[in-house]
């Protein structure tokens, strides 16, 4: 080979170079805002155009692809390529997680129905799956629909064993997480969510699967481009759809804060909430912030109709200002005219005028049960009163234990759901089931979310023959925390006493993942690749 | 024969008698010498008491044996040999050698010679000796110093035996008197023994000097008038006067039926004895004359014993007792006549040692003290135990040290480990018995009865409820004195026991009286302290409780967890049937953390633990399944995933008690930043009444005018309210009194009682206010206890206290009245205020205003730390509403242009602002106990888990018994005393104030 010949081929090889590199870092560039746009399908095309000889690419693009698909070992592998061959790391990572999600899903299982694929930690948490799985087919069914459509992968759910490592597969920081109480995540077209046992006494962690969907199916539709304000008041609003509650009912503490800013004129600024609900200052400020996102969409939609959200979808994805958009789909001239009919709209909603706290999030057993109290939180004397109120009832002085509870108890603050749970716990202890009752019913109008009251009120209706009743309100208790033995033995005698033999015999296994800390066959561990 | 031979034979015969002569002095000197030792001991015997028969024995032997050596020594070895002129001429020539034995020849050679026809060198021979005796003198042959020596041992022994005589009770005359057959030295068998039909002499006027021992320390006593009964220890001299009713010539004393002794007869009736106590009986006077011997009466002579020393032990140890902590022994000895020292004796196994407490110089008759040393000093390893017993020697001389011994106390020394153990124990079974104590007095009614017998029944089974805390505080010897705990039990205690105090004299049967409805006040007033004693004794226990719990929990799941690792790591080695063992033993640590977890309040967190405990253990199930089917490298990556899991729950328990601590750190510093800001609004707040005072003084006369009604307004609410309170406290138990002229005394006192508050804060208005409030009961008051008098009654008899009650209560009045004529003046002169002055005021309400926002800020930062604060109570909250209230007061008075009454407020706030900061001091001074006392539970943590380690590391002191120093233990008193001012003048931080008291009582106890 002629020496003219060598040099040929290398100027060749350089011209090739120089015009395949910026296809090269257009083709990453497009992956990039596919993933932006929660479109995941569209990266894997992307990615299939990066050459496989261009290894830094092809690296960078497996980053990004098994990040995003849930192949946290697999990004990790990539991650070491590109680190290995010179890539600066900080550039690469840029806040993901890569590593730390790697580390936190470790020795997790997933099990995939269909579109959908949850992945958990062996053990108890095997009790959610089946439900997990319900909640992504019934939520890709109902939003997919009433949005105009849903993304085309498997759509995968993470539940986290602990808020640790929840933390850890999400980049939020710890203090972020533990102030707002963020226990769930859509990102990285994944859902990330937080077992409900890593909560004391569990939370609504199905309609939070929901909700993280929502927020898939809006980025997805609106290729990202929907503000927080309305991702938030749309997941809000329409998280308790998937289970076909379309009532837009908002629960006594939502409409205690809202009544409280109707009255005041003080609501949080979208501006504050622009980045993340992630970053608001505290638990209540999220909470009235979600209220009235949330009761902006609903007050929309009783203008539009469900079909009034493809719309939304479409527009804004279109790159319309979402407040006009919202303004305009309601009838207004302009978001500050819609604002106003909103908060006239508001005054006149039946409002509970009661103030009521948000439960504190309390994870990984980092609290007692007063921390998980929003008024015992805040009241270490109060808290006093009530712990002197539980060694008195543990040791059966259940009349004096009403004592302390009525003295931890503050006129001026709003109800603590555990001591209504405690206090009906001590009159049905003296046999005066009617006051017992009367006060779970108080507490469960007021605390929904509180299961302890949920359980008491079905074990005593239960005990009362009052089965539906009991049922409902054991079905509460189990959606919040499937991981009490006692409720689903209740809801299996209840249901085989009704004759639903399905659901006896579902939470007759359940009992039994429970028994046997959830050791069943057929898992296998999720593989790397 | 030559006349110099005569002459030498001359010479000679005057050395033969001048040795004999020496010889014979010395044989007298030493007679004499014997004849006075001989005297000199018999008298030593009989004045020591002792038998006269022995003394006798000793005389006649002493001195005849003294007699026959000294005659012996001298005379009998040598009388014969100086005899011979032979010898002496020997003698002589050893003296002059020069002589050449020829002294020798020609005295012994003489006749030899002359016969031999050999005169002439006879004659040389003597002629050259007697030259020669002439340079000799016959002192230098037999000097006369031996007979010197012996005559001055003898005048010696001479002149000893006249100071015996003056010394010794029976000298030396006596003695020969006693062999002589005088009265004095006559013998036991000599002196009748004297009947019941004897005739007696009448002695009286007897006065007894008691010389006591030297080692018993006590200043000798008289006792005049004495029945001649002699009462003392055995070793003590007795001086005897006494006065016979008719003349004698001679007396003598007799103890029991011993040796006379000598008696002194002074004006022929005057008696003078001295007898030493040896033995019991009696002791009489013999007196005499005319050859007739009468007894006195027979007084009994009491031999006071010496008895051991009496030790007791003032508190019972707790039987186990940490091993840097001094043993809570406390301990009291008393003796006749003094302790010499005390000991503590320990005994382990077979073998008993001695540890030295006290061996005071002064050998007090009484010494206490607390035991002091910590079970290390006895010599205890942590986990040992001893038998501990005080001993105490006293100083008794003449019979010999006696012991005397305490009770046996068995004691156990704990280590860091099983101090923490035992103390959380103590707290849980503490806490656990209080609980129904609390449930009792919530439930019941107050009051719980209604008639006396009820309520008498209700205080007795009220004692009952406090039984099981009782026993349980006696039965573990007490919490550490000074701790938290025990403060808190002692408030417990104290308040039950002021609560059925009041219930049993209020309702007593026996002295019924009407319950009034202020007796019904106090009552609930007591019964809601007993109940607030109490919950924060079962909260604050319960919080140690859980605190030791989750600590032993954190311990144990860091044990867990680097058991998993450990195993996890070594699992690629281990053959399937070790791994299932291995899997065994950290069940077992599994099932000891689940154990320790139920402890925990039964809440979220408990189930948390608890669900990730039931997590490992199905791993652990998987794994042992994998292992049984064979999946050897599948169960190794399930270990590998069980390590990580228990990591992740110790690290979850850890980063849950740093976040407590590091909540608690928040907190102290906000208190303390809270502390600070009150200490700042209060010295605002005084300066700015300061200077309101300086500005008043500037403008004049009118301020003192002012100041001068305000004080006569304060001595004369001062006196109402003094006068009120007595006139309720005259009617005493309200027996025979109506019901209402009581109830309106009662109102009238509490009437009273508020108006000083109002003056003090020199609000005229709050004072005209309440003045003029308390007008109408004074009246009403005073009318009712007049008819008292009147109205008519069952046994026309008035009521005890009725003069009292209608004196005060009439002068209450009267003061109300003065006190509406001042009030009168001072708002004349208000409104007659200068000017100037009120516009001064007014420029200040502004400032005031500032300080009054300040206070509001602070008071809901005092009320959050308060909250927050486990020991919190609320004080602190309320003093600051009251300042708060003051400065709106002071701030209105001000903007009136009061000055007078806005500087009365101004104090009144700065007042409350300090009481606020003194609160909340306190508090945290108890959570800092607290702290403690939860450090010294977790004990099990902070030590190295070795039950008998070296507890120098732990070797805090407890501050709360400090190492006192004993007086012995200083060079001398004064060094001591001033170790002890220095010590009492020394700064010590305000939470060991109590300590530092107890420190030196204890002191001064010593």
Redesign the interface.
């Known amino acids: 080979m002629s020496r003219a010949f060598r040099r040929l081929q290398w100027v060749a090889l350089g011209a090739a170079l120089l015009c395949s590199g910026p296809a090269q870092a257009d083709a990453l560039l497009e992956m990039e805002v596919c993933l932006d746009h929660f479109d995941l399908e569209c990266a894997r095309q992307v990615r299939d155009r990066v050459p496989s000889w261009d290894t830094i690419a092809a690296d960078r693009a497996e980053l990004w692809m098994a990040f995003h698909e849930g192949r946290y070992t697999d990004a990790v592998v990539a991650l070491e390529r590109l680190e290995q061959a010179g890539v600066r790391v900080e550039e690469l990572e840029r806040g993901v997680p890569y590593r730390p999600t790697a580390e936190s899903a470790?020795?997790m299982v997933e099990v995939t129905r269909g579109e959908v694929a949850v992945r958990y930690s062996?053990?108890?948490d095997r009790i959610l799956v089946d439900e997990a799985l319900d909640v992504l087919e019934a939520s890709r069914t109902v939003y997919d629909d009433v949005f105009g459509a849903g993304p085309p992968q498997v759509i995968v759910l993470d539940i986290f064993?602990?808020a640790?490592r929840f933390i850890g597969a999400s980049g939020i920081p710890p203090e972020s997480v533990r102030t707002t109480g963020v226990i769930a995540l859509s990102k990285w077209t994944r859902l990330l969510l937080t077992s409900p046992?890593a909560l004391?006494?569990g939370y609504g962690w199905k309609d939070t699967v929901a909700h993280e969907y929502i927020h898939l199916v809006v980025a997805y539709n609106t290729r990202n481009r929907a503000p927080v304000w309305l991702q938030e008041g749309l997941a809000k609003h329409l998280e308790t759809w998937w289970r076909g509650d379309r009532s837009g009912h908002l629960d006594a503490h939502t409409q205690g804060l809202l009544a409280e800013a109707v009255r005041t004129g003080k609501f949080v600024p979208f501006k504050k909430f622009a980045r993340s609900m992630a970053y608001l200052d505290s638990g209540e400020e999220a909470a009235l912030a979600f209220a009235q996102v949330s009761t902006m969409i609903q007050f929309m939609l009783e203008t539009t109709g469900p079909t009034g959200l493809a719309t939304l979808m479409t527009r804004v994805g279109d790159g319309e200002d979402a407040q006009g958009t919202v303004a305009d789909l309601a009838g207004y001239d302009d978001f500050e005219t819609f604002r106003m009919a909103w908060r006239a709209w508001l005054r006149g909603l039946p409002l509970v005028q009661e103030q009521l706290a948000s439960l504190p999030v309390?994870l990984?057993?980092?609290?007692?049960?007063?921390e998980?109290d929003p008024l015992l939180a805040e009241?270490?004397?109060l808290a006093?009163?009530a712990?002197?109120g539980?060694?008195?009832r543990?040791?059966g002085?259940h009349?004096?234990a009403l004592?302390?509870y009525a003295k931890a108890a503050d006129p001026e603050q709003p109800p603590s759901p555990l001591l209504i749970a405690r206090r009906a716990v001590c009159h049905e202890a003296l046999d005066r089931p009617e006051e017992a009752l009367r006060l779970l019913k108080l507490g469960v109008e007021l605390y929904p979310e509180f299961t302890p009251i949920q359980k008491s009120l079905g074990r005593l209706l239960a005990e009362r023959g009052q089965v539906r009743a009991a049922l409902a309100s054991l079905r509460v208790a189990h959606d919040l925390n499937p991981?009490d033995p006692e409720v689903q033995r209740l809801l299996t005698e209840l249901y085989t006493s009704v004759g639903d033999e399905p659901a006896a015999r579902r939470h007759r296994r359940y009992g039994q993942i429970l028994a046997?800390?959830?050791?069943e066959d057929g898992e296998s561990v999720v593989e790397p690749g | 024969m030559p006349p110099a031979l005569s002459t030498i034979r001359e010479f000679l015969d005057g050395l033969v008698r001048r040795e004999r002569t020496l010889l014979a002095a010395q044989a007298g000197a030493q007679l004499l010498g014997a004849g006075c030792l001989a005297l000199i001991v018999a008298s030593a015997w009989l004045s020591m008491g002792w038998r006269p028969a022995e003394a006798a024995w000793i005389l006649g032997g002493l001195g005849a044996g003294g007699a026959v050596l000294a005659l012996v020594f001298p005379l009998a070895m040598r009388w014969q040999a100086s005899g011979q002129t032979l010898q002496q001429a020997r003698r002589v020539e050893a003296h002059a050698p020069e002589l050449e034995h020829r002294l020798v020849t020609v005295v012994g050679r003489a006749d030899l010679l002359a016969v031999e026809g050999r005169a002439v060198l006879l004659e040389r021979a003597a002629a050259r000796v007697q030259t020669k005796l002439g340079e000799i003198a016959a002192v230098d042959i037999h000097p006369s110093t031996t007979s010197l020596r012996a005559w001055a041992m003898a005048v010696a022994l001479l002149l000893i035996t006249g100071l015996a005589q003056l010394v010794f009770p029976q000298g030396p005359l006596q003695a020969v008197a006693v062999l002589g057959g005088q009265p004095a030295g006559e013998t036991v068998g000599d002196v009748p023994p004297p009947t019941e039909a004897a005739e007696r002499a009448v002695v009286g006027d007897i006065v007894l000097r008691y010389v006591f021992p030297a080692y018993t320390g006590i200043d000798p006593v008289e006792i005049p008038n004495s029945d001649g009964t002699i009462h003392a220890p055995a070793g003590t001299t007795v001086q005897i006067r006494a006065r016979t009713a008719t003349p004698f010539e001679s007396a003598a004393l007799q103890v029991n039926d011993g040796t006379l002794l000598s008696a002194d007869l002074l004006s022929d009736r005057d008696l003078y004895a001295e007898l030493v106590i040896r033995e019991p009986g009696v002791w009489r006077f013999w007196l005499m004359a005319s050859e007739e011997r009468i007894p006195s009466k027979d007084f009994n002579l009491v031999v006071e014993e010496d008895g051991a020393p009496v030790v007791t032990l003032e508190s019972g140890a707790s039987p186990a007792v940490p091993y840097d902590r001094p043993v809570p022994l406390g301990w009291n000895v008393r003796d006749d006549f003094g302790i010499e020292r005390v000991v503590v004796e320990v005994t382990q196994g077979d073998q008993t040692r001695e540890v030295e407490l006290r061996a005071p110089p002064n050998t007090p008759r009484e010494l206490r003290g607390a035991l002091r040393l910590t079970p290390r000093e006895l010599g205890l390893q942590p986990g040992e135990s001893a038998k501990l017993k005080v001993v105490a020697y006293d100083n008794d001389l003449a019979g010999g040290n006696k012991r005397g011994e305490s009770a046996e106390v068995e004691i156990t020394s704990l280590g860091p480990r099983g101090r923490g153990r035992r103390l959380a124990q103590q707290t849980e079974a503490l806490r656990d018995a209080m609980i129904p104590v609390l449930a009792a007095y919530l439930v019941e009614a107050v009051p719980p009865a209604e008639t006396v017998s009820r309520m008498r029944a209700w205080a007795g089974e009220a004692r009952l409820r406090y039984e099981p805390v009782r026993d349980l505080v006696e039965a573990g010897g007490g919490l550490q004195e000074g701790a938290l705990q025990d403060d808190l039990l002692k408030d417990v205690l104290e308040s039950g026991a002021r609560l059925i105090r009041f219930a049993i004299t209020t309702w007593d049967p026996a002295a019924p009286r009407r319950i009034t409805a202020g007796d019904l006040q106090r009552f609930a007033d007591l019964h809601g302290e007993a109940i607030v004693s109490l919950e924060k004794a079962i909260y604050i226990f319960d919080s140690l409780m859980v605190s030791a719990v989750m600590a032993d929990i954190a311990r144990a799941s860091e044990g867990l967890a680097s058991e998993a690792q450990e195993l996890a790591s070594r699992a690629p080695d281990m053959e399937a049937a070790e791994l299932l063992a291995r899997l065994d033993k950290l069940a077992r640590t599994m099932a000891e953390l689940a154990q320790k977890t139920s402890k925990l309040n039964d809440g979220s967190l408990q189930e948390y633990l608890n669900g990730r405990l039931d997590d490992t253990k199905n791993l652990m199930d998987q794994i042992r399944k994998a292992v049984s089917e064979g999946r050897m490298d599948d169960a190794r990556e399930m270990l590998a995933q069980l390590a990580e899991q228990v990591q992740q729950m110790a690290e979850g328990i850890n980063d849950r008690m740093a976040a407590g601590q590091s909540g608690e750190d928040q907190l102290g510093e906000a208190a303390q930043q809270a502390m600070d800001e009150l200490k700042q609004l209060e010295q605002d707040q005084r300066a700015l009444a300061d200077e309101l005072e300086q500005k008043r003084q500037e403008m004049g006369q009118e301020f003192s005018e002012q100041l001068e009604l305000w004080n006569q307004l304060d001595a004369l609410a001062k006196e109402g309210a003094e006068r009120g309170r007595l006139a309720v406290e005259a009617t005493g138990d309200g027996r025979g009194w109506r019901a209402e002229s009581v109830r309106r005394l009662e109102i009238l006192n509490e009437r009273t009682g508020g108006i000083e508050d109002a003056v003090r804060a020199r609000d005229l208005d709050r004072t005209g206010e309440r003045v003029r409030e308390a007008v109408r009961p004074a009246e009403s008051a005073r009318r009712t206890v007049l008819m008292e008098r009147t109205r008519s009654r069952m046994d026309d008899r008035l009521p005890d206290g009725l003069d009292a009650a209608e004196g005060h209560a009439g002068r209450v009045r009267e003061v109300l009245g003065e006190m509406l004529a001042v009030l009168d003046q001072l708002e004349d002169r208000q409104q007659r205020d200068d000017p100037r002055m009120q516009q001064a005021a007014q420029d200040m309400a502004a400032q005031q205003q500032e300080l009054q926002e300040r206070q509001q800020q602070l008071q809901k930062d005092v009320q959050s730390v308060e909250r927050a604060l486990p020991t919190g109570d609320g004080q602190a909250t309320e003093a600051m509403q009251r300042a708060g209230e003051a400065m709106e007061r002071a701030g209105g008075s001000l903007e009136g242009g009061e000055a007078m009454a806005g500087e009365g407020h101004q104090r009144e706030a700065a007042e409350r602002i300090s009481e606020a900061r003194q609160r909340l001091e306190q508090q945290m001074q108890q959570m800092q106990q607290m702290q403690q006392a939860r450090g010294e539970m977790q004990g099990e943590q902070q030590g190295d888990g070795n039950e008998g380690e070296d507890g120098d590391a732990q070797a805090d002191r407890d501050p709360g018994s400090i190492d006192i120093p004993a007086p012995e233990d200083f060079q001398t008193p004064e060094e001591y005393r001033r170790a002890l001012l220095e010590g009492m003048s020394g700064d010590v931080p305000e939470e060991y104030r109590a300590m530092k008291q107890q420190y030196f009582e204890e002191l001064v106890r010593q």
């Open positions: 470790r020795g062996p053990g108890l064993p602990t640790t046992r004391g006494r309390v990984d057993g980092e609290g007692d049960d007063y998980g009241r270490p004397d006093r009163f712990r002197l539980d060694l008195l543990q040791r002085h009349e004096a004592i302390e991981y046997t800390g959830g050791v």
